[in-house]
C-alpha cells in the first residue's frame, strides 16, 4: 500500500482543508501549552457538529496508585442496552504521551460503549514531558489490573472478559500493557506506534502533508523519552518484546496515510509468526487521528466503531 493524495477520502480532503484554512501550525512549533490547547480545541468542534446523545451512564473512579498520590482517574461508561455479563475494553486515548486527555475521547468511547453494548473504561494517564517514560504506562497497568479486580463494581459482572484498546500512543500502551497483564480476552490497537528504533517506509511516504509529520512523531518521543536508549526498551517500542505466544487476540485499525501505518504491519506479523489471531482493518484515504474525532470523520468512525464491535462480541465473551 502506498500513498497518493489522489486517493484521500471525502472527508479526509475535507478535515485537510479546513486545517490550512484555519492557520493550524504544526506542533513543532508550539509550546506543549499551545499544542494540548490545540487538540482540545479540535475535539470541541468536533463533538459540537456531531452533537452525540449518549443513552448510559459515566461514572469517574479513582484508583489508588503507587506511583502517584493522586491515583488514576478513570471514566466508566455503562450504556442503558448491555449484554450479558458485558465485555470491559480499557481504553487509552491517544496524543503523543504528551496531548489529549479523557474529556478528548469523551464521545469516542460513549460511542463504543453503544455500538459494542459493553463497559468502556476512559483512563486519564499522566502525560510528559511533566511525567516522562514509563509513567504511562505504570498507570496503565495499575488502572487494567484494578479493572479485573473490580468488574461488578463498574457495571459488569465476575464472568464479564476485559480487554484493552487506544490510539495512536494509546495503541502502544494497550500493546505494551497486553504483555504486563496476564488474563486478557483481547486487544485493539488503533495505528499505534510499536517501534521507535526502525523508521518505517511510512515515515518516509507519508512525512508531511496528511496532518501528523514524521517531525511531529519526533516531537513527541523527544518529550516522551528520558534519553535515546530507552527507545529500545521493549516497553516502549512493544515490537522489540522477546515473546508474543501469550498475547490475546488483536484487531488493528490502520490508516492508509499516516506516518505509523507500517507499524501496524511489523507488529501484526510478529502476532501471526507467535501464531496469535489478529486481523488488521485498513482504511484507504484516511489518516492518522481521524478516530477520536468522529465530527469530522463521521463515515470512517462509524466503520471503525462497528468493526470493534463486532471484534469484542467474537473475542469478548
Not at 479513582?62 to 448491555?82: Q, R
Not at 464521545?107 to 514509563?134: G, I
Not at 487476540?249 to 489471531?277: C, E, M
Request: glycine content about 6%; hydrophobic content about 35%; charged content about 20%.
Amino acid at each position: 500500500m502506498t500513498a497518493n493524495n489522489e486517493d484521500l477520502h471525502p472527508e479526509t480532503r475535507a478535515y485537510l482543508q479546513e486545517l490550512v484554512e484555519s492557520g493550524a501550525r504544526p506542533f513543532t512549533e508550539l509550546t506543549v501549552a499551545e499544542a494540548r490547547e490545540a487538540v482540545t480545541a479540535r475535539c470541541r468542534v468536533s463533538d459540537q457538529r456531531l452533537d452525540y446523545n449518549f443513552n448510559g451512564q459515566r461514572k469517574e473512579f479513582i484508583v489508588d496508585s503507587p506511583h502517584d498520590p493522586a491515583g488514576v482517574p478513570l471514566w466508566v461508561y455503562t450504556p442503558t442496552v448491555l449484554t450479558a455479563d458485558p465485555a470491559i475494553l480499557v481504553y487509552f486515548h491517544g496524543g503523543g504521551f504528551t496531548v489529549g486527555d479523557r474529556q478528548a475521547y469523551d464521545t469516542c468511547c460513549k460511542m463504543m460503549a453503544t455500538e459494542s453494548k459493553c463497559v468502556v473504561v476512559n483512563v486519564e494517564y499522566r502525560l510528559s514531558p511533566e511525567h516522562k517514560f514509563p509513567a504511562v504506562l505504570e498507570d496503565a497497568i495499575v488502572a487494567v489490573k484494578w479493572v479485573k479486580e473490580n468488574k461488578e463494581k463498574i457495571g459488569g459482572s465476575s464472568k464479564s472478559k476485559v480487554g484493552v484498546g487506544g490510539d495512536s500512543a494509546g495503541g502502544t500502551v494497550s500493546s505494551s500493557v497486553a504483555h504486563d497483564v496476564t488474563g486478557l480476552a483481547f486487544q485493539i490497537l488503533v495505528y499505534p506506534c510499536v517501534n521507535l528504533t526502525i523508521p518505517y517506509p511510512a515515515y518516509v511516504e507519508c512525512a508531511e502533508g496528511y496532518g501528523l509529520t514524521t517531525p511531529v512523531v519526533n516531537w513527541y518521543i523527544n518529550h516522551w523519552l528520558n534519553n535515546d536508549a530507552e527507545k529500545t526498551d521493549p516497553r516502549a517500542s512493544p515490537v522489540l518484546r522477546q515473546k508474543f505466544d501469550h498475547l490475546p487476540p488483536a484487531l488493528f485499525i490502520v490508516a492508509s496515510h499516516d506516518p505509523l501505518r507500517d507499524d501496524s504491519r511489523a507488529y501484526a506479523k510478529a502476532l501471526t509468526d507467535a501464531g496469535v489471531k489478529n486481523e488488521t482493518i485498513y482504511f484507504d484515504g484516511v489518516i492518522h487521528a481521524f478516530f477520536n474525532i468522529p465530527g469530522y470523520f463521521r463515515e470512517n468512525c462509524q466503520k471503525a466503531y462497528r468493526r470493534i464491535a463486532q471484534f469484542i462480541q467474537e473475542n469478548g465473551y
